[in-house]
């Protein structure tokens, strides 16, 4: 009796910061997921919040991802959100990326530094097709907030509309002031 | 107009360490999930690896989890598991899971320590039936791989066949010895 | 028989880097603790010292603002001063504030980040008067004595004696040079 | 014109755990504050907490030794507490005391590690007369608080008070169960 | 013309804790230069001291592997000692191994958990002979000089030198008594 | 009968960063080696890497380090080099120092907070010739690399042949974009 051979599935990773989550962000999750059968989304930084770069939660920024892929129609089996925390030293940082996510085939990047990092554990980097960068960028969304000029139409609905259940307004106008430390 | 309301889901927590995923965790999930529109499955003390009573990184323990519940035909749509490392002072710890997972309803525990530091913040925790412990926990399982008994039945299939693909009783028996540090 | 009420003291929290202690920070603690029985004082960032914006250990901030209380007149009944290091996230601040401080009613601070952090924590948080903030901050105090301008005439008596046993002078202008690690 | 002389205090250390706090301390104490002018009560391990030999939060004990001096008509002019983290290596440990803690002159001390470390670095250390040991230790009240055998004699009164309030029984049984690590 | 070739030499590591160094280290030491043109001496646990199975610093360790290797005759010009801390996670010791160490061919090693895990990098491990382990180990050492029985003749005369100006008997004697922490 | 007093060598201490290692170094390093019997190299932010101001592992550093070394001639009898990672508080820092380099004489250095730091513990500092500073500066070579000018004839030839095995060029250019962080 011939068994049918177990199809080993690809997977894919891809990693961000998310702060906040944004239209470039599911662009790339959408072409990701087209090349491959399985995604993991790292969102790096987690243990950051509160600061002027990185005003939210990895909690935060899961639920925006969350929700922003749920509406946008992307089947849940299709992925996962992985939070992971940054390393002492970037020399262990593939490292610590292996030790918490499940084997995968390839890496979604177009940074020069997380691409310089994998090459020399031989991991395959693939680049993402750039999608406005000027405009849909975390540090431009987070200028907008602050400013207090157009930034909805930046981030899919639901993740406008957790920000604003987030308070971004009046977070990220706190942390651009100069008392950033708690004293 | 009358605008229909948007339903908020219940959403549940169900923490572990899956040293290794067994049937015992199978249930409590499917427990779990039934009580819940989601359900976080937080893969605890996930800096832990090679050692005596965490053998198996989080990678490893989120690839069981993954290939178990598809496998028991859990909807993906379900749950997603979201790996936490130990923080320094356990006071800290209701704070930190609440920084990484997003906002949750209830937590499905029959942990004292981990209901007690729950209580502390005033979140809702829903115990567990018992599901054969003395048979089914990561102690018993980690015990018979290493010396040699039956152990396969007592996780799910996929569990086992990722077990030895991680050659888990070699790994086991080596940490087993009394050289548990790397020198 | 009726037994006289334990009367709970009213607590307050005063948090700052005093970097160094000036008459600002005298006036805040006098202000404090005309509204409350007993105040914690805390030593914030107490983990860092040598760096320009931090110049002073913990152990020397301590000792200025106990003389300087001591030399005020403030009872010491009223008082402690307690150091806390920093949290790796600003989201475990508030919970690791509370394990080290005994239980309190009232947070005295401006500082907006504190205030962000302690209001989803639901801590009540009453603000300071401004004592002439442009002249009385840490950061104009640090700036005189590496210029050599006046600024003695900003600090209490007893810091000032403090701070010139502790050479900060010559501590200040080493850390405003380029070279501010150890090689 | 002849100057007063300022007159230097002499300042004294005394290090515990103080999980809990029990008449051995405060016996400790009152014999160093005779031998001083003003005492640090350094708190020590101050990141521990609900674990089975470290209980308490250093915020609970901090609340346990003001009560308990408060309460045995002790000067709040001539003591404050201080917590103090554990550092990673013990050959820092001295160097960290240091940077928080203001200058002192000799340190009270039965312990013969914290003793050789000490002794390295030329710090006077004076032995602390027993208090009948085998009852007043912390080990010991923990012992009995879990165990339900009389305890309330080995503390001040005031610790008694809050112990209970701190739900002591229930905590140290719950960390004497096997599940010691929130999952 | 023709150039010569730079000969690339052959490297290779050996990893111990050598608390304390003693002639099981030597020999394996030995064995190693005879096999490679350069030797790693990995001191590791660096952060380790005044623990029961770790009385020893690196510094302290440093010492006493150079001044035995130097009193054997072997030549300064085969061999480097290196430190390594502790990784919070044993999936990044070899990374953070090979991070701190430059390139090298070999390991020489009989611990199973560090061929466990140089294995899964692809490093070549070779075993070491052993040199009557129950008598020559760190273990059997520290303990005959806490009983006071003969140790002198297990480790070379320099390091026994060392270890009695280190005050060896008073620290481990110290240090297996029962108060191991500072407090 | 009289015995040969045991000569005590003099043993200094020299500490870089030694990114990358150049002549200026070398130039310290051989007036340090004419002043001593021994000298420790120590490797400091051992941690740092793939970091703007940091770009150089461990590793690498003291891959440089030797191969200049063995290439100038000079005795490898003579140094060690030892990796040293930063302390979270600089008031631990000479401890940390203390606690891994093998006993000392004298430091040579002419940082201002490094002496700062060390003449607090009464450590006897010498400060070395400067070397064209202006030209023979870490951050002048690293500057020259990633602009493409001129950059060899500053450093050993050892140095120059390890940099360009390393890709130093294309890593110091992907460490000057902006997105300095692995997302």
Known sequence: ???????VPRVGLLI????PFHYGHLA???????HVDYLYVVVSSAQKNNEFDDP???????????????????????????PMV???SLALWVA???S??????????????ALSLFRRYGVRVKSVPYFNRKL???????????????????????????LKEFGCVRRIRTLSDKFVRPS
């Open 1 to 7: 009796m011939i068994l049918p051979s177990r199809k």
């Open 100 to 113: 918490i996510i499940p084997r995968f085939d390839v890496v979604f990047s177009n940074d020069p530094l």
């Open 86 to 88: 940054d390393t002492p």
């Open 16 to 19: 961000g910061r998310f702060q």
């Open 96 to 98: 610590a990326l292996n």
């Open 56 to 82: 939210f939660t990895a909690s935060e920024r899961i639920s925006m991802i969350k929700d922003a892929l749920d509406g946008s129609g992307l089947e849940p089996s299709k992925w996962m959100a992985i």
């Open 28 to 34: 790339a999750i959408r072409f990701a997921v087209e």
């Open 136 to 162: 849909f960028s975390g540090a431009n969304v987070r200028r907008r907030i602050g400013e207090g000029t157009a930034w909805e139409s930046l981030v899919p609905v639901e993740a406008a509309r957790l």
